[in-house]
């Protein structure tokens, strides 16, 4: 079937989410090793470590073992479009009806809940927060220990794809069709930049953001300046992230194709 959310690898595995609603784990030969069930669609990217974590529109956070088994399930109060994101201890999952669950990772408990708005995609943490993206467009900085927001940014736009942080900034953009670096202690603005609507993640590597549009541009955009280093147009729709990898950006398109920049 369709799949829905970015595969995940690692050492020995390479782990796919699909629209039916199914987790599937193969080796790197190809051969099954796991194959789970839920009861609507995947949207998410399954959080992999000795547990996989799978957040899933039929509104459930399963944990799962090695083998597949379940370990335990959360019900959420609405669908959960998003991956998890494990820090400090604890275990994060947000609804798409508005709501941001803290879990115990081992059990599942329900630790607290907060009101955030609508979630869609992933939430980065660093620096002792949380960046909650919104579907509104608002980022909150989230201190998941206060338990309160120490800031928060309207990009005006819907926001589907997540942000990136590094240890200064936090870079997002939305379909409001412009790219903001944020002071990522503050919120101010750091540099914009007019990009066009983003639907895809961010990626980040060595001092670049890389981003792909709606309206078929590929970026390369400094972090330090917000310039642009590189551009390529024409491609047609790009709702994934580029991917750069051993010297080359591999950008996946809408129509199926995947083009390599070196």
């Known amino acids: 079937d369709e799949v829905s959310a970015p ?3 690692t050492a020995d595995r390479l782990y796919a989410a699909a629209w039916d609603g199914r987790l599937t784990a193969v080796s790197r030969s190809g051969r099954p090793i796991l194959s789970f069930p839920t009861k609507a669609e995947i949207t998410a990217a399954p959080l992999v470590g ?39 201890g ?38 002792g927060l ?20 120490r800031w928060s940014y309207d990009l005006e736009g819907e926001l589907w794809g997540a942000p990136a942080v590094d240890e200064k900034n936090v870079y997002a953009a ?24 983003v639907t895809g993640a961010l990626s980040l590597a ?25 551009e390529a147009t024409g491609l047609g729709p790009i709702q994934a992230p580029p991917l750069p990898y051993r010297g080359a950006l591999y950008v996946a398109t809408l129509a199926g194709k995947l083009y390599r920049f070196a």
């Open 90 to 127: 604890l275990l994060y999952a947000a609804s798409e009806e508005g709501w941001l669950y803290a879990l115990e990772p081992e059990r599942g408990g329900l630790r607290y809940k907060v009101e955030t708005g609508p979630v869609h995609t992933a939430i980065p943490a660093r620096g």
């Open 130 to 149: 949380l960046l909650i993206p919104t579907w509104d467009g608002e980022i909150h900085a989230f201190d998941p220990l206060k338990r309160e927001v």
């Open 50 to 88: 000795e547990t996989v974590y799978l957040a899933g529109r039929d509104g459930f956070l399963y944990a799962l073992d090695p083998s597949g088994t379940l370990r335990w399930g959360f019900q959420a109060g609405g669908n959960l479009a998003a991956s998890p994101t494990l820090y400090r």
């Open 7 to 9: 595969p995940v690898v």
């Open 206 to 230: 060595h001092g670049m953001l890389y981003l792909g549009t709606e309206e078929g541009r590929v970026l390369a955009v400094d972090t330090h300046t917000g310039r642009m280093a590189f």
């Open 174 to 197: 939305s379909w409001a069709g412009r790219l903001y670096a944020l002071d990522g202690a503050t919120g101010d603005e750091v540099w914009e930049l007019e990009v066009g609507k």
